[in-house]
Every structure is written in structure tokens, then in C-alpha cells.
């Protein structure tokens, strides 16, 4: 059994393609969350890829390291549960959260 | 009384055992003895088998035991009356004074020490002064409750009473040697005896006077004029004269009332007194002395003696003071009389020669005619009659010279044949004396004038001079012519005359003192006559000598007749013979020579009752045998003796009743041999009668001052010798009251008395002395080291000890000491001894005198009671069995100095479990001997010391696992004494009931801690609790304290804390049953106050749990919420997070079983998250002399001050911040709570776990009341935590993960733990699993990871935030 996590691919209304995900992540559902960001950003294009955690009620260091391989591809926005791990983390000097 | 363990008990104690054994015990609250515990028995065992005076109480009515030396010391008439009663009946009338004392053990287990305390008894019949060494300690039961008290007792009435007797005894004999006067006398011996008016109340002397009637001459402690204290006694009254009259003693009954008689030192008025005559010499009584009677005392033997020696020191001083009066009287009829001779002699001497004359003519006639047996007499009054003759004329011719009437008639004679005539006359005496005698008178070339009868003088005094003095050799008479005149010599070889004696040779009266001679005879005019009767005639006379060598005399007188008055020269008459004048020289110089016995030995007949043995000394063979006829005629045995020296050893061998001597002797006279037998302890008290012819109060003063007792003068009537003598013999024996007090207070003294002379030998003891070492006189003097001294070598720490003490001597004039002694027998004794260095005022040497009692009792009640307070104090001090048993020997080894201290237990096992002080012993590396003397002794009767020579000294006794046999390994130092076996018999006692208390201890400790386990609370508490329970410190004691959760179906937990009334184990039982009870009830889902009133029911009925307290609540630990309900526990305390306090006292109502119908309220309280709640017994916060709500306020801020502390951490916390000094006195039970309880999850090591452990951990976390923030903070690095756990702990191997969460007022922590290795973290292989590290630290406030080859321990705390 895996920790509830559903992630869903999509655009925005102007166009930036966003991945939210709602529920918690961690080491049991880290590959899925690694897999669908992989996906997501390869079809993001040139555009940065709208990471939306504002439903993540958890994430570990194993969905932080997902984060991280593509801090460069992607923009974040959380709420405020996770702001201060991505802050903690180092995540908002390599990448845009948003939410802080 | 038939049970074995009743005879067993008394079995040790003789007839007072047996007279126990019949008490009827069930009618004390002791029951039969088959049923006592072993406390008692062994005290009792203790107190018979000890032969030290011991009694002692037991139980609630202080039942009174007592051993044999006790009943025989103290008990008196009570015995066996006393036995099983209870103490303040036995000792009702000094209950006053013991009774305290008694409550004061009981009640704070302290031991007493009284010393010679003062006691008035009735156990004889009457009120008894009485006095007593003592010391109460406790004694306690099996559990150690102080049930009794233990009285070892030495009694001191003799020896106190004995001492104030001994006091006043002593005080009247220190009269200063002056005699007194009898006003002076009686006034020191009243101010003596006034002094102890304990024994003497009061006192009355009365004097016989003339008139036959009783006059009071003195009198002690009552006032003058007291109708009691008469002037006058008569027959009349008050006092019975006659029985003293008659030397008989009467006691006399006083009246009780009306009189009031003064009361001496004592409250109420003597009740007797006892008349005793003052006892005179071989006469009627001198008087009696009334002394009133203590009438706490018994007139016994010794308090009788005690008066009757009082009065004899009163007639002694009355004695001494009349005898004194009658000497000074005596003395000035002397000096009168001497005065009266003088004139006579002067007046009449010329009146002697017709009596003389008259005497000797028929005397003459009457020789010739006499038949033997006149002659001999008849001999002696002619000689003497003579020598009297002899001296007349001296005196006369003196007198005449001096008066000038000396009538010479000078005639012309051949001086060489007149002078070699003469000496012819003194030949045979000269021979029989043994010497030569040379006479060389060649016939001179002219005559020379001389009055014959004068010259016969001269010639004659000379030479008797000579053979006077002369010993050896021999005397020369020689007649030469030399420058125109006549020299006559007369030269001896005798003892010669000192240079400085010389000028007064011819002295008038002047005699040369100790010089030897044949006789002391002589007046001392010879010489000087010699050279008056040599001037007339116009010579000289000299005289040259060398002391030792010789004399001679040398007479020059001048031929013719020129040089005389011419009317006195006559014609040349016939050349008569020697004339008469001769005889009385010769016969006198006969006298000194020695002869055949010239007094006969007679056999005595003695005359009874007056006889006594008289030595007598005169130089003078006469008088020696006058004396020797005179006293035997009147009854006495006499030994007679020619001189001093003879009559000192003839003293010395067999010491004479009286020693009658002359004055001058030649070797030694008078006054050396008095000074010589005064001298010599043998002879010092034997009376010496001096005679001599020397008249005159000087002479007298001279006698008695050398030490004579009586002095006669020549001449002296026969009558009045003899009575001299008999006066003299028996006056002795009143004179010598003075030595015979001494010998009777020295042997009356109860103390032991001594003296040593300077070379330290003992010479002289009292018969104390010998009753107390076992020594008499017989041995006297012991010199060198005594045989009581403990033996050098064998016992050489008693040896020293003694040696110490007489060291300090040498250079302290006086010392106390307590020492070591040996009876004779060979038994140890301890002396307290005295010595003082004092010059013996006689001799001027220094001697030690000493007195010394034994002390020995005392010394070992004291060695014991200090002995069992130290052994005591090392049993209180042990914590277990082991323990109590190495300090018992330790402290034994010391006690005894011996080599080691052993236990073994004969346990039944093959081999004995063996203990000694020496760690490296064993059992079996012991001796096969010392092995058989050990178990030797466990077959024999307990408490029973054994002592094995040169080995040592051993006791069996029991011991909770069989019997235990302790050995004192003593080698060959020294003995092992009776004392020795008393202490050791109850040292072991103590021990033994020591041990079995411990053991008691021990067994009740584990009990304690089984039911601790068994009963006390659950198996597993909630999570969440925390509970400790104490007994109470000392003695160890499990008590009726509990505490109990009890987790009910739906979750909820019963929370139960009680007490139940009293200790021990049916308290623990009653507990156990309302405990269970209390649990059955809430598992019925009954609620609090029902549970409570349910139990009510219970309780009534069960015995011993009435007045119980319980406090029972239902917790929900999902919601903190609590009801309760309280049967009069103290309160719960809540502490809140922000350390608000709250007591828990609602819902609070009577204790258990106290109105069991009514019914009882519930309460509840919410506590809030992170509360903490203690719920406790009153054992935690009631302490003696405070108010409960003190230790409440304690516990509370305790609670508040360790809101932040873990539980369990936090319930020692408490415990020990509340804890008095020295431990709980009373048991405590504890409960602690902190809302919520902590998280406690175990899960798989897989991934998927996580998530429902997040949910939980969040559940958990906001039950805690933590915030949003701190939640995720805390989730996450609780995540990284378990993630890691199970990426690196358990990436080969499925293991297990627990996370624990605990919450205190303050702070978070949480413990994940694997069983796995957790890996270093390698960010270069996998570079994202570090930051799972970073963020716990980044989100806890304290993280450790530890690592171990079990496994891996994260611990992380958080602050919460307020």
C-alpha cells in the first residue's frame, strides 16, 4: 500500500502547464511523484513547469530530491505547510516557490 | 507447666527457674511461655543463665523476671512473691523513682546509667536506705517494637554505707597525736560525729562522775536542753544507766510521737537507739554513748560494730586523756619530790654512816653465823651495804673538802710498798678479769709524806678505774723517782678517753659517755676525788690517753715534808695492812667480772591472769637478780640480761610484755635500747620502765621523751615496783590503744589496705586484703613483683597496665587507678586502688600505704554495658544478614583482642557455612581440632560459654538457619575469665536475637517486594504512568498502601490509589482484598462513587478494612476527561501545562465502611493537555508536627516544578524531594498521569508504514494541544527519521521500527529506534538522503543519533511553543 497521492497534469488558463499533486509524498510514493514530474516537465517544452504542492499535506527529503533534479525546469507554489521545509530545504534559492 | 519449650526456657536458672516455671502465666498478658515469642525466650534465657544481677519487664504490664544474683542482692522477702508480677507492684514504693526512668526506655528505646542512686526498699521487712548502680535497656520483640526493658543491677548499700562509717571511723582516729584534754577530746570526737548524722542521727555522751551519777558530757545533732539530752541520767530515766554500768550494751525503743526527736539527715525521727558503755581498762565503765539509729538501716552486725567502735574511740580518748592528766600530775610530785632528796641528801649524808655502820656490824655477825640458805641474801646486803658505805664516804669526804674540814694526817711512808700493797688487793681482779697486772715499785731514795687512808683512795679509784676500762691486755702500776719527786703511774690498755673529754676528766660528777666499760656504776667523783686528795698533798695528777689505746694516770708528789702544813705531819705510824677501805673497791670490781649463773633460772610459777614476761636489763649483777626475785615472786616470767644490746635481741626474738631497764648500761643504755625497740615494728609497742639513780625531773622528761613509758628512781621500795610494773603492763595496753585503733580500723576497713616500704615490698595488709586477693600476713613481705600482679608474660597487657600505674608513682605523690589484679585462686579481678607516698613521721622513710576494692563487678557491668551498646550499634548499622554477622565478629575480635573471630552455622548442610574476621579462613582449612571443638559445642546447651585452654573460647546459639557456634580464636595470651563468659553469653544473646531480626528483615523485604509484585498494582501499566511504592524505612515493614489502574473494555483506565489502617502483613492482606475488590468493581463499568460505595459494603465486612481511604477515578485518556470520587484520600494534585495547579477535592467524602449506606458524590475534571496528576497515600505528605497541608504544598510544588520532567523520572523526583531525613517513616503508594499518555508505536520497516504513522503521530500531537507548525515541523523530522530507519537500516533485512512521543508541560521528544545498522550517511552516493538529517535538525531543537552494533537510536526534542 502506497501513501494517497494524486497527481494531475494540465495547463493553466493562460497556458503554463502545471502538475498538482494533493496528499502526501514520501519514500512509498516518491518513484510515482519522480516519474509524473519527469513526465510533466519533459512536456512542459521550454516553459517552466507550475509545481502546485498547495494539496501536499506532506512531503519527505524523497520528494524533495524529485524537486530538486528539476529545480531548474520548474516553479513551485506552496501553501503553508510545506513553506518552511522548502525554505529550510534550500529549494526557494534554486528555484521560484511561490506561496511563501 | 508441662510444655518442654516452658522448661526450656527457665531450664538455665536453678531455683529461680523453677519458681518461673510455676508462675501461672495465663494470668498475665504473656500467656504460657510454650507461646512466647523468641524474643522473649532469649531474653529470659539471657537474664538466668547470667550470674550478674539482672531483672527485667516484658509486655504490656511490665511483667517482672529476675535471676538468682539478683534475688539474693535485692529482692529480699519479695522473692518469689515478685515473679510474673508486674513491676510497679514489685517496686511500688520506689516507683517514683524507677518508673520514669522505665517509661523513658520504653518510649524512646534509649538506655539509662544510674551510679549509687539512692533507694528506699521494702523487701525486709521495714523502709531500707538502700543504693544502687543500674542501667535499663530496651529489649524488643521479633518485629522490633520495644516490648521491654533489661535492669543490670549491681547493688552498692554495702559498700556506700560501709564507706560513710569507714568516713567517721577514719575522721575520729585522725586525732593529732597531742594529747588533749577530755573538753578537747570530746569536743573533736562530737564535731567528728556530728558530722554523719545518717548513721548517727544524734549522739550523747554521759560521763560517770564521782557521785556515781550520769553527766552528758557531749552530745550530736540535737539541740541542748532537748528533754532527750538530760544534764543528769539517773536510773529515772531517760537512759538506763544501769545496763551500761554493768558494760552491757542496751537498746532502747524512742518514743514515736509527742517527743520530737530530731530527725538527723533522714525525714522522720530515729525509731531506736543503741546504749554502749565507754569501756575502761580492767574498770568500771567510764560512761555510755547514746547513739539514735538510722531506721532505714538494720542494727546488724555491722552497723552494731560500727557504734562499738565509735564508743571505743570515745573511751580510748577518754583514757588517753585521763592518763595524760595524771602524768602531768605525777611529773610535778617528782619534781617536788627531787627537790625534797636534794635538801635531804645535802643535809644528812653524814647521817648515813651510823645507820651504815650498823647495818654492816651485825651484818658481819650475822654472815658468819647464816646457814646456806640466808647467806646468799645476806652476801648481797653486805656488799651492797658496802658499796652505799663506799659512796658515803666519797660524798662526805667531798663535803668535807669542800668545807675545808678535811682532816689530814701526813706521815712519812716507802710510797713504793704502801702503793704495791694496795694494788696487791685489786690482783685476783685483775686476773679473773683476764688481763695482766704488772706492779713495778722499786724502793724510792726518799720518804714521802702521805695520809695513808687518803692515798688507799687514790690507788684505789685508779685502779678500779682502770679495770673499768680495760678489756684486753692489762693494767701497770709503776713507783719511780724522777727530778726529786715521786711518780706513781697507773696505765691500762683499755678503751681510753677522747681528746675532747680530757680537760674534764677530773671533773667533779663528770662522767665519759659511751665508752665501753665492765659497768655503768659510779657517781662520776672518783677521778675528781683522786685529784683533790693529790692536791692536798702538794701534788699533781695527770692523765694521758689515746682512744682505743689506753690511759695513764701519773702522780707527782714531792719527798719530805716541806710543802705541808707542819701541825698536820706526824710521826710514821705502823705499817698497817690495807685497811677496810679496800674491800668495798674489790668487791665491787668483782661484781662486773663475769662469774658462774649468779642468778639461777627458777621455773616460774605464774600467777593467772597477771603474769606477764618481763625482760629485765641492768648492768649491775645485784639489782639483776633482785629484780629477777622480786618480779617472779610476784607471778611475772623474767628473763634478765646484762646490757642494751643483750636485752635488744633478746626483745626482738620473742618481744616481752614489758622490758624493765637500767638507764646506764655499758654497750647500750636505757635510752639507745628504747630508741632501738621503738624502732623495730615487733617491738615498738612494748613497754619500757627505766630506772635509774639519776634523780630529777630532767632525767625523767629525758626517759619519756627517748620513748619510755615509766620511769623509777633508785632507790625504790619493792611495792612500788611491782606495782609499776603491773600498772605499766596494763596502761600499755590502754597507750597502746593508739597502734591497736589503728590495727582495728585498718582491719575493719572493708576496703583492702597496704603498705609498701621504699623498696616497694608489701609490708603490712588488713584482712580485707586477704578476703579480696586471697594473700594473708602469713606471706608479709611480699617483695619484688607481688603474685596477684597479672603474669608478665602470659597476660602482658594486664601487666602493663599495673606496671603503668606504679610507675607514675615515683614521681606522683598520690594516684588512682583501676587495675587488673589475680586472686590467689587465680581468677581476674579489678581493683580500684589508691596510693598515697607518705613519710612515716617514726622513721622519716617514705612508704606507700594503699587501699584498694574490688571493682570487678563494676568493671564489667560497664565493660558489658559498653560492649553491648557497640556491638548495638554495628547490629543496627547492617543492612542484611551477612552484613550484621561481620560486624558481630569484628567487633567481638576487638572486644577480646583475639587472634580472629569465627561463626559457623550448622545449617544441616554436609559442610557448616563458616565466617571469620580472618577473610582467608575456611572451614575446612581449619584445624581438625578447632573443627571438633566447634561442632563440639553445637550439641550442648545454648548461650552457654565453653573455653578451651590455650585456644580459646566459644557459645552456640540459634540462628534463623540452624545453630551458629561463634569462636574467639584467643591462642594461649590469656585466661578466659568467668566475667568473660558472662559478656560473651550476652553478647551472643543480643546477637542472636540480632540475627534473627535481621533475618526477620530480610524475609520481610522480600515479602515486601513480592507483594510489591504480586499485589501492589498491575503487571504493565498504562502508557502514561507512573507509580512507585515504598515501604516504610526502619524497620522495613510492607504496609496497607496501594495503588492500581485498571484499563477497562472501551479504553478508559480505573485509577486507584488507598490506605488501609495499620502495618505490617494483615494490613497487606486487607489491602490485597479491597484492592481486588475496588478492581472487579470498576471492570463492572460501576463508575467511581458507586465503586466506592460498593466497596463500602465490602469493607464492613471484612475485618480491618474499616477507615480505609481510596481515591477511585475513571480516566478517558482520548479526552483527559476524569471522574472521581474520593472515600477520604488526601487530594490528587494537577499540575498544568503553565503550572497552574489544581487540587482534585470534589466528590470527596468519609472514609471506607464509615456509614456504609449513605451514599457518595463523583466529580470530574477535564485536564487539559500536558497536565500532570499525582495521586499519593498521606505516608508521602504527613510528617510529626506539621500540618498535612504543608506536605501537600510540597508535593505540589514538586509536581510543578517537574511538569516538564518525564513521568517516570518525575515520580523519582518526588519521592525523593519529599523524603524525610533517615527515609519514610510510614509506607507511601504513588501514582503519577501527564495527559496524554505518550505515543508508543512499533511498525514493519517498509515504506507503506509511514503514512499511518503520520496520522497517528499527528492524532497524538494535537491531543498534546502542539500547534499546526510545530505539528508538520515535527512530523517531517519524524518522517526522515523512520525513512532512514528504513533506508539504511533495513535495506537487506526486514527488521521492526519504533517511534515513541512523550509530552511534558514543556517540550517534545521522540525516540525512533531500529534494530538495524544505520549507515553513516554518503551524500556522494546518494546525495538527497542527507538532507533528511539536515532537516530534523533543522526542525528539532536537539537531535542525537546513536549508534550501536543493536542497532540505532534517533532521540529529538522540541520546545513547545505556548
Known amino acids: ?100 | 507447666m508441662s510444655g518442654t519449650a516452658a522448661a526450656d526456657v527457665f531450664a538455665a536458672g536453678g531455683d529461680v527457674g523453677r519458681d518461673l516455671a510455676a508462675v501461672d502465666w495465663t494470668q498475665t498478658p504473656l500467656g504460657q511461655p510454650e507461646q512466647w515469642p523468641q524474643s522473649l525466650r532469649t531474653a529470659v534465657s539471657i537474664l538466668l543463665a547470667s550470674r550478674f544481677p539482672m531483672w527485667m519487664t516484658w509486655g504490656p504490664e511490665l511483667t517482672f523476671f529476675c535471676n538468682a544474683a539478683y534475688r539474693r542482692d535485692t529482692l529480699g522477702r519479695k522473692y518469689p512473691w515478685a515473679l510474673g508480677r508486674s513491676a510497679n507492684e514489685v517496686w511500688k514504693e520506689i516507683w517514683g523513682d524507677i518508673g520514669p526512668r522505665i517509661e523513658n526506655v520504653l518510649s524512646t528505646g534509649e538506655a539509662t546509667w544510674d551510679e549509687g542512686l539512692l533507694l528506699f526498699l521494702e523487701r525486709s521487712g521495714y523502709t531500707e536506705e538502700t543504693y544502687h548502680t543500674f542501667s535499663y535497656s530496651p529489649l524488643r520483640d521479633d518485629e522490633g517494637a520495644l516490648v521491654g526493658m533489661l535492669c543490670v543491677v549491681s547493688e552498692d548499700t554495702k559498700r556506700v554505707i560501709g564507706e560513710r562509717r569507714m568516713g567517721t571511723l577514719r575522721d575520729l582516729g585522725s586525732d593529732p597525736s597531742v594529747v588533749r584534754t577530755e573538753q578537747e577530746m570530746l569536743a573533736f570526737t562530737a564535731q567528728q560525729l556530728g558530722k554523719n548524722l545518717k548513721d548517727l542521727p544524734f549522739t550523747l555522751t554521759y560521763l560517770f562522775a564521782e557521785d556515781g551519777r550520769a553527766r552528758l558530757a557531749s552530745s550530736t545533732g540535737i539541740p541542748a536542753g532537748h528533754p532527750a539530752a538530760p544534764e543528769i541520767a539517773s536510773a529515772d530515766g531517760p537512759w538506763p544507766v544501769s545496763g551500761p554500768a554493768r558494760h552491757e550494751s542496751a537498746l532502747v525503743e524512742l518514743p514515736s510521737a509527742g517527743v520530737g526527736l530530731p530527725t538527723g539527715d533522714w525525714a522522720d525521727p530515729p525509731a531506736e537507739a543503741l546504749l554502749v558503755p565507754l569501756l575502761r581498762q580492767g574498770g568500771a565503765a567510764y560512761g555510755f554513748l547514746v547513739a539514735a539509729l538510722n531506721r532505714y538501716r538494720a542494727l546488724d552486725e555491722e552497723y552494731r560494730g560500727f557504734i562499738e567502735l565509735t564508743a571505743g574511740h570515745v573511751a580510748a580518748g577518754v583514757a588517753s586523756a585521763r592518763n595524760y592528766q595524771a602524768q602531768q600530775q605525777r611529773a610535778e610530785e617528782l619534781a617536788e619530790l627531787d627537790r625534797a632528796k636534794t635538801t635531804f641528801f645535802s643535809n644528812i649524808s653524814h647521817e648515813f654512816r651510823t645507820p651504815l655502820t650498823l647495818i654492816i656490824g651485825p651484818l658481819d655477825e650475822l654472815r658468819s653465823r647464816a646457814g646456806e640458805d640466808m647467806r646468799e641474801d645476806l652476801d648481797v646486803m653486805h656488799r651492797n651495804a658496802l658499796r652505799l658505805g663506799k659512796l658515803v664516804n666519797a660524798l662526805l669526804d667531798f663535803s668535807r673538802l669542800e668545807a675545808g674540814r678535811m682532816q689530814a694526817r701526813y706521815e712519812p711512808v716507802d710510797l713504793a710498798a704502801t702503793t704495791a700493797d694496795l694494788a696487791s688487793v685489786f690482783r685476783s681482779a685483775v686476773e679473773r678479769a683476764g688481763l695482766t697486772f704488772d706492779v713495778d715499785c722499786p724502793t724510792l731514795p726518799a720518804e714521802v709524806y702521805i695520809d695513808r687512808g687518803m692515798w688507799e683512795k687514790v690507788v684505789l679509784n685508779l685502779l678500779s678505774n682502770a679495770l673499768k676500762f680495760t678489756f684486753d691486755g692489762g693494767i701497770r702500776v709503776a713507783v719511780r723517782a724522777e727530778d726529786g719527786r715521786a711518780v706513781v703511774t697507773v696505765a691500762d690498755t683499755g678503751a681510753g678517753v677522747a681528746p675532747e673529754e680530757m680537760p674534764r676528766l677530773f671533773e667533779r660528777f663528770h662522767r665519759i659517755e659511751n665508752t665501753r666499760s665492765r659497768s655503768n656504776e659510779g657517781s662520776g667523783i672518783g677521778l675528781a676525788l683522786v685529784k683533790e686528795l693529790v692536791l692536798l698533798h702538794g701534788g699533781t695528777v695527770g692523765a694521758e690517753s689515746t682512744a682505743g689505746q689506753g690511759t695513764v694516770f701519773t702522780i707527782i708528789l714531792p719527798f719530805g715534808a716541806a710543802h705541808l702544813p707542819a701541825d698536820a705531819v706526824v710521826p710514821a705510824a705502823d705499817a698497817a695492812a690495807v685497811s677496810a677501805t679496800a674491800d668495798p673497791f674489790v668487791q665491787e670490781a668483782l661484781r662486773w667480772l663475769p662469774s658462774a649463773p649468779d642468778y639461777p633460772i627458777e621455773t616460774a610459777v605464774p600467777v593467772p591472769g597477771s603474769a606477764a614476761r618481763v625482760l629485765v636489763a641492768d648492768d649491775n649483777a645485784d639489782m639483776r637478780d633482785y629484780l629477777t626475785r622480786l618480779l617472779r615472786s610476784a607471778g611475772h616470767r623474767v628473763t634478765a640480761v646484762g646490757d642494751g644490746r643483750q636485752a635488744l635481741g633478746a626483745a626482738r626474738a620473742d618481744p616481752p610484755d614489758l622490758v624493765v631497764s637500767d638507764v646506764m648500761m655499758p654497750e647500750m643504755d636505757g635510752l639507745e635500747l628504747v630508741a632501738a625497740l621503738r624502732e623495730d615494728g615487733r617491738t615498738a609497742g612494748v613497754p619500757v620502765l627505766l630506772l635509774s639513780a639519776r634523780a630529777g625531773q630532767e632525767a625523767a622528761i629525758e626517759g619519756l621523751e627517748a620513748g619510755a613509758d615509766d620511769y623509777l628512781f633508785k632507790p625504790f621500795s619493792a611495792a612500788e615496783l611491782l606495782a609499776r610494773v603491773r600498772a605499766n603492763v596494763e596502761l600499755a595496753r590502754m597507750r597502746n590503744h593508739h597502734a591497736r585503733w589503728r590495727t582495728a580500723l585498718v582491719e575493719s576497713l572493708q576496703e583492702a589496705f597496704f603498705v609498701c616500704d621504699e623498696e616497694g615490698a608489701v609490708i603490712e595488709i588488713n584482712a580485707a586484703f586477704t578476703d579480696i586477693l586471697g594473700y594473708g600476713p602469713e606471706g608479709l613481705p611480699y617483695r619484688g613483683v607481688p603474685p596477684w600482679w597479672p603474669d608478665a608474660e602470659t597476660d602482658a597487657d594486664a601487666f602493663a597496665e599495673v606496671a603503668a600505674a606504679l610507675e607514675s608513682l615515683t614521681h606522683d605523690q598520690h594516684g588512682t587507678y583501676t587495675i587488673p589484679v589475680n586472686h590467689r585462686d587465680g581468677h581476674r579481678l579489678w581493683a580500684a586502688a589508691t596510693f598515697t607516698g607518705v613519710h612515716d613521721p617514726e622513721t622519716g622513710r617514705r612508704v606507700i600505704v594503699g587501699t584498694f576494692r574490688d571493682v570487678t563487678d563494676e568493671h564489667y557491668a560497664i565493660q558489658r554495658e559498653s560492649a553491648v551498646a557497640s556491638l548495638s550499634l554495628r547490629l543496627s548499622e547492617a543492612e542484611d544478614l551477612p552484613g550484621a554477622l561481620g560486624g558481630a565478629l569484628a567487633e567481638l575480635r576487638g572486644l577480646w583482642h583475639a587472634t580472629y573471630a569465627s561463626a559457623t552455622v550448622f545449617d544441616g548442610s554436609p559442610v557448616p557455612v563458616f565466617d571469620a574476621t580472618d577473610a582467608s579462613l575456611t572451614w575446612d582449612g581449619l584445624p581438625q581440632r578447632r573443627r571438633d571443638t566447634i561442632t563440639g559445642l553445637v550439641g550442648g546447651p545454648p548461650l552457654t560459654p565453653v573455653s578451651e585452654r590455650d585456644a580459646g573460647a566459644g557459645i552456640a546459639f540459634g540462628h534463623p538457619d540452624g545453630t551458629m557456634v561463634v569462636w574467639l580464636e584467643l591462642g594461649d595470651r590469656r585466661p578466659f575469665t568467668e566475667q568473660d563468659k558472662t559478656l560473651l553469653a550476652l553478647l551472643a544473646g543480643h546477637l542472636g536475637q540480632a540475627l534473627r531480626r535481621v533475618h526477620q528483615i530480610d524475609q520481610q523485604r522480600e515479602t515486601a517486594l513480592a507483594l510489591q509484585r504480586a499485589i501492589l498494582g498491575p503487571a504493565q501499566l498504562p502508557a502514561g504512568f507512573a507509580v512507585r511504592y515504598e515501604p516504610a524505612t526502619r524497620p522495613l515493614k510492607v504496609g496497607g498502601d496501594w495503588y492500581d489502574t485498571v484499563t477497562l473494555p472501551d479504553g478508559r483506565i480505573g485509577i486507584v490509589v488507598g490506605d488501609c489502617v495499620g502495618h505490617g502483613l494483615p494490613a497487606a492482606t486487607v489491602m490485597g482484598q479491597l484492592r481486588s475488590a475496588c478492581r472487579a468493581l470498576l471492570l463492572q463499568d460501576t463508575g467511581p462513587a458507586r465503586t466506592l460505595m460498593a466497596l463500602d459494603r465490602f469493607a464492613a465486612l471484612l475485618p480491618g478494612a474499616t477507615c480505609a481511604t481510596v481515591f477511585c477515578g475513571v480516566l478517558d485518556p482520548a479526552t483527559g476527561r476524569l471522574v472521581y470520587s474520593s472515600a477520604g484520600h488526601p487530594p490528587p494534585i494537577a499540575a498544568q501545562a503553565d503550572g497552574a495547579i489544581e487540587l482534585l477535592d470534589q466528590g470527596r467524602s468519609r472514609p471506607l465502611a464509615i456509614r456504609p449506606t449513605m451514599d457518595r458524590d463523583e466529580a470530574e475534571y477535564r485536564m487539559e493537555p500536558r497536565t500532570t496528576l499525582l495521586l499519593y497515600t498521606d505516608g508521602l505528605v504527613e510528617r510529626r508536627r506539621q500540618p498535612l497541608t504543608e506536605g501537600i504544598d510540597a508535593a505540589t510544588d514538586a509536581v510543578r516544578l517537574g511538569r516538564s520532567t518525564p513521568i517516570d523520572e518525575l515520580a523519582t523526583e518526588v519521592m525523593d524531594r519529599l523524603a524525610p531525613d533517615g527515609g519514610y517513616d510510614d509506607d507511601v503508594a504513588l501514582l503519577l498521569y501527564r495527559q496524554p499518555g505518550p505515543l508508543e508505536l512499533e511498525f514493519p520497516a517498509e515504506a507503506a508504514r509511514l503514512a499511518p504513522v503520520r496520522t497517528a503521530l499527528r492524532g497524538w500531537l494535537e491531543r498534546c494541544a502542539i500547534d499546526p507548525v510545530t505539528i508538520q515541523n515535527v512530523l517531517v523530522a519524524a518522517g526522515e527519521a523512520c525513512a532512514n530507519a528504513i533506508e539504511h537500516g533495513h535495506r537487506d533485512t526486514a527488521g521492526k521500527i519504533q517511534l515513541r512521543a512523550i509530552a511534558t508541560a514543556e517540550d517534545l521528544r521522540l525516540t525512533v529506534v531500529d534494530n538495524g545498522r544505520w549507515l553513516t550517511p554518503r551524500p556522494a552516493e546518494n546525495p538527497y538522503r542527507g538532507r533528511g538529517l539536515m532537516l530534523m535538525k533543522a526542525f528539532m531543537h536537539h537531535v542525537t543519533v546513536t549508534t550501536g552494533i543493536a542497532g540505532t537510536t534517533i532521540d529529538m526534542q522540541a520546545r513547545i511553543v505556548p
Open chain 1, 1 to 100: 500500500m502506497t501513501t494517497a497521492l494524486t497527481l494531475t497534469s494540465g495547463q493553466r488558463p493562460d497556458g503554463v502547464p502545471v502538475l498538482a499533486a494533493a496528499g502526501e509524498i514520501d519514500m512509498s510514493n516518491a518513484d510515482a511523484f519522480a516519474s509524473a514530474l519527469r513526465v510533466a516537465v519533459a512536456g512542459a517544452a521550454a516553459a517552466a513547469l507550475l509545481v502546485d504542492l498547495t494539496a501536499v499535506e506532506y512531503l519527505d527529503s524523497s520528494g524533495l530530491a524529485t524537486l530538486f533534479q528539476h529545480a531548474d525546469r520548474i516553479e513551485v507554489v506552496t501553501g503553508p505547510l510545506l513553506a518552511p521545509l522548502l525554505t529550510v530545504s534550500g529549494l526557494a534559492e534554486l528555484t521560484t516557490v511561490r506561496g511563501l
